[in-house]
């Protein structure tokens, strides 16, 4: 059932009518002592007011005749419609859903807690009242299940040195991907109760307590290894670069057993974590 507007009357000139026809009623029975035609006159007046109703801005009532959908109105101000007509009001504002911490499993089995910030809003009244029981608890348990869906296709952060190469999408990194992938299965899940999804982004990701000291020390050891790596990339350039300029200037004469020497004392010396202190050696290498 899709949405369609329903036209309505100003209900301001409406509204002075029924007060009018109300004491008018009240006068006739006082002055003419005619019961019967004081109480019609008195109830026209009534039933006009009846049919009166307030619409704020960005809220929308949705009418049934009967259990016949009849329309949705969505002009604001005071409006009049057929006073046997059932109403229900609907905001149309956004709303901020927050979620709750769920502990679920990662892609690769790892629990992890994981909450989502939602913003939406009411976009097909007619859905939203009859396609759906409860459409604000429909949202929070949608959205919740989005977000544990969304939680076992990704890996919290990449464990191996392979899949750093792959550079695989994981919820740690890939942020802006993983919010538009929990948007557009927000959408589609909750098209069928005409919310509109504005806005939704990962709130809260943390590892489980129960593992969160043992990844916190892999995510150390990780940082170590990758800064060891660059220190000896860098230090294995320096070193060829010496060579090669030792030997392309002719400054001196190694054999492969000095290169084997020099190459190792320069690599402490750039490798190590303390400032080196050097020993001179007035001697010779060889006998």
């Known amino acids: 059932m899709n ?85 229900k009001k609907i905001s149309l504002r956004a709303r901020n859903l927050n979620g709750q911490k769920l502990k679920v499993n990662d892609k690769l089995g790892n629990p992890i807690e994981i909450a989502a910030v939602v913003v939406w809003r009411v976009g097909d009244t007619a859905k939203a009242s009859f396609e759906v029981d409860d459409y604000v608890k429909y949202v929070e348990i949608q959205s919740e299940a989005a977000v544990r869906h969304l939680a076992g296709v990704y890996a919290y952060d990449t464990m191996e040195e392979e899949d750093l190469q792959i550079q695989e999408v994981t919820l740690r990194d890939g942020s802006g991907k993983i919010n538009e992938m929990l948007e557009a299965e927000l959408t589609e899940r909750l098209s069928r109760a005409g919310i509109d999804v504005l806005e ?50 002719g400054i001196v004469q190694l054999d492969e057993e000095r290169k084997a020497a020099m190459v190792s004392n320069l690599l402490v010396v750039l490798c190590g974590e303390k400032a080196a202190t050097p020993i001179l050696n007035a001697g010779t290498l060889y006998p």
Not at 202 to 207: D, Q, R
């Open 200 to 249: 939704s982004r990962i709130s809260h990701l943390a590892y489980a307590p129960e593992i969160a000291g043992a990844m916190l020390q892999r995510q150390q050891a990780s940082a170590v290894v990758a800064a060891r790596r660059q220190i000896v990339n860098g230090a294995v350039g320096m070193v060829d670069m010496a060579l090669a300029m030792l030997s392309e200037k």
């Open 3 to 87: 949405e369609k507007e329903l036209r309505s009357s100003s209900g301001y000139a409406l509204f002075g009518l029924g007060l009018l026809l109300m004491f008018g009623g009240v006068g006739l029975v006082a002055a003419a002592g005619s019961a019967l035609g004081g109480g019609l006159v008195f109830g026209i007046g009534f039933i006009i007011l009846i049919g009166l109703t307030v619409i704020n801005p960005n809220e929308a009532v949705v009418t049934t005749f009967f259990g016949d959908y009849m329309g949705t109105m969505k002009q604001s101000g005071l409006r009049w419609v057929n006073p046997l007509f059932r109403r």
